[in-house]
T-cell receptor
Framework: ETGVTQSPTHLIKTRGQQVTLRCSSQSGHNTVSWYQQALGQGPQFIFQYYREEENGRGNFPPRFSGLQFPNYSSELNVNALELDDSALYLC??????????????FGPGTRLTVL | AQKITQTQPGMFVQEKEAVTLDCTYDTSDPSYGLFWYKQPSSGEMIFLIYQGSYDQQNATEGRYSLNFQKARKSANLVISASQLGDSAMYFCAMREGPAGGTSYGKLTFGQGTILTVHP
């Protein structure tokens, strides 16, 4: 069974640029969630994708957007990068099934640095 | 109000001893799930254990057990026989609403507890 993978591992961008982060979900999972984790903090929910549609969003501005593809992989796009966007971005996949636990399994993360 | 509170910024334990990491939560939803994750310095979030709000028994997974006290809204993680490899950050998280179906599974995390295991 293949776990959740993310790319790239590290990324350095400058303020105002745009970035795309990628996530491949675990085999058998149909839901992908994205989280932002600032240094020394717990992860903050950005949004979740289910059946290729956004299925819930946290308190993040519209410049944070995403996609989910038919194979359940996902992208997180961030436009007009700001210094505060520097963080570890975690992707998690889960199986949304009624009666299940919908446990989210996380990938290794992408560490984004904005200069 | 904080939905998830972890009051212990750091904990120390001797190898082979047991340790309890505290977590209290706040929700008015009768259906919810509680999760514990381990985050080593590498950054990956590793799932440890899950407790559903309607589960009658405390969850256990190997050396991990969850001390679930619903009336007190606490969900403490107990690690038995600590190992050096248990040194990491530990997060308690909650999903409000039932699992699956059409509700989305946003996880709300606490601030975490850094556990250090001494030889």
């Amino acid at each position: 069974e293949t776990g959740v993978t993310q790319s790239p591992t590290h990324l350095i961008k400058t303020r105002g640029q745009q970035v795309t982060l990628r996530c491949s979900s675990q085999s058998g999972h149909n839901t992908v969630s994205w989280y932002q984790q600032a240094l020394g903090q717990g992860p903050q929910f950005i949004f979740q994708y289910y059946r290729e549609e956004e299925n819930g969003r946290g308190n993040f501005p519209p410049r944070f957007s995403g996609l989910q593809f038919p194979n359940y992989s996902s992208e997180l796009n961030v436009n007009a990068l700001e210094l505060d966007d520097s963080a570890l971005y975690l992707c998690a996949s889960s199986a949304t099934l009624a009666g299940g636990t919908d446990t989210q399994y996380f990938g290794p993360g992408t560490r984004l640095t904005v200069l | 109000a904080q939905k998830i509170t972890q009051t212990q910024p750091g904990m120390f334990v001797q190898e082979k001893e047991a340790v309890t990491l505290d977590c209290t939560y706040d929700t008015s939803d009768p259906s919810y799930g509680l999760f514990w994750y381990k985050q080593p310095s590498s950054g990956e979030m590793i799932f440890l254990i899950y407790q559903g709000s309607y589960d009658q028994q405390n969850a256990t997974e190997g050396r991990y057990s969850l001390n679930f006290q619903k009336a007190r809204k606490s969900a403490n993680l107990v690690i038995s026989a600590s190992q050096l490899g248990d040194s990491a950050m530990y997060f308690c998280a909650m999903r409000e609403g039932p699992a699956g179906g059409t509700s989305y599974g946003k996880l709300t995390f606490g601030q975490g507890t850094i556990l250090t295991v001494h030889p």
